[in-house]
């Protein structure tokens, strides 16, 4: 029998890094999908605290918001910004209903028209630069689809599937970051809701 040494030494997927680490599905699917590395881990970890249960990441990607180097997110509520280090909420958010207008200036560069809130009050844009290959792009063109969802009729949340929540929910318990009496609750919380 040969012996796969690759395989020995080969450490978690990105994926289970971030699960491990308490990250929300959600916000996973979307890093998942953006270019970066394991330096926006801890900001991807502060997203999770930032937002409320029942507003789901559809996209981010990582950019710079004026000074600051951060992860600008998508949500079915908003469009927003963290920045990496920045442990006192977001630096600039956009509610959807408050998208007048988005621009892509430049290739690597997006802006989102419209009364936007910072830490220092309100500004009438929220300029997105820095960002790497098309994924300014790409995440004007899902603002732009959910945008435009919040015209018609209320959006439709895609129940998520329960064997795929109990296994994130494995991987907290396995990562020390859920008791087993934790998870058996929120399992039972799953069966529950079949």
Sequence with gaps: MAWDFAKFFKGPSREERLTKMGVRGDVV???MRMATDAR??????????????DETVLV?????????????????HRIAFAGHGYENGFLATLGLDDVLAIELPKSGRVRFIGR????DGTADAMFVDRTLGTSAEQFAEAAEKQRKIGEGPAPVVEKRDPLELLAELRLLRDAGAMTPEQFEAEKAKLVADL
């Design 29 to 31: 699917a979307a890093a």
């Design 40 to 53: 926006s881990d801890p900001t991807l970890v502060e997203l999770t605290a930032l937002l409320p249960d």
């Design 60 to 76: 981010a990607m990582e950019g710079r918001w004026e000074k600051y180097l951060g992860l600008a997110v998508l949500t079915t």
């Design 116 to 119: 936007t809130t910072t830490p």
